[in-house]
């Protein structure tokens, strides 16, 4: 069981290699750029956290749950009468969870690539991007939760979370390559 980070490792570097976590990272980004990124974090999340809490993986990390979260900070920041788009990678995530809903196995790799990134790399996030930053905002401690997380994974679980962070990876080559001017207006 102790290896599925190790065994996900280059994935998830290459996921935080991409110009958009720096952008984010920076303390500097758009407040409408933020909110595109979390209108489409909204859309996995809220999909992902319906089929794990109908196999009762949620039951006992209830506090993990990030859906509402996610959607408070968007409504707090979006300001525009449209939502912002959803790019393909976000499309191709829904239509990848549609085909594995009946596995558990397959759910609890997204929710340990997702939400452990909430609780780990999210609680250096949320000092720098704009807003509440509620998504990064526990009930529980996140070291509990992490504990929680970790005793439900394996390593067969592996290729399945290697999915999740290619997908975050193309989430954030697909945002940076907006036209931010048409979508949000002026940047800083």
Same mark, same amino acid.
């Given at each position: ?130 807003? =509440?930053?509620?998504? %990064?905002? /526990? *009930?529980?401690? &996140?070291?509990?939760? +992490? ?5 439900? !994974?394996?390593?067969?679980?592996? =290729?399945?979370?290697? %999915?999740? /962070? *290619?997908?975050? &990876?193309?989430?954030? +080559? ?5 036209? !931010? ?8």
């Amino acid at each position: 069981m102790g290896n599925l980070k190790e065994l996900t490792w280059e994935h998830h570097k290459e996921a935080e290699r991409q110009e958009f976590v720096k952008v984010l990272m920076s303390g500097k980004i758009n407040p409408q750029f933020y909110a595109t990124y979390l209108w489409n974090q909204h859309k996995k999340y809220d999909l992902l956290e319906a089929v794990a809490t109908t196999h009762g993986l949620l039951d006992d990390l209830y506090a993990i749950r990030r859906k509402n979260a996610i959607h408070d900070d968007y409504l707090e920041l979006w300001n525009n009468q449209l939502p912002p788009p959803i790019v393909e990678s976000t499309n191709e995530y829904i239509s990848h969870m549609k085909t594995i809903m009946a596995d558990p196995a397959k759910i609890m790799a997204h929710i340990y690539v997702l939400h452990m990134g909430d609780l780990s790399g999210g609680q250096m996030i949320k000092k720098r991007i704009p807003g =509440e930053a509620r998504m %990064y905002q /526990f *009930d529980e401690d &996140t070291s509990v939760l +992490k504990d929680k997380v970790r005793a439900k !994974i394996n390593d067969d679980m592996a =290729e399945e979370a290697k %999915y999740v /962070f *290619d997908s975050a &990876t193309n989430l954030f +080559k697909e945002l940076m390559e907006l036209d !931010i001017e048409h979508y949000m207006g002026q940047t800083d």
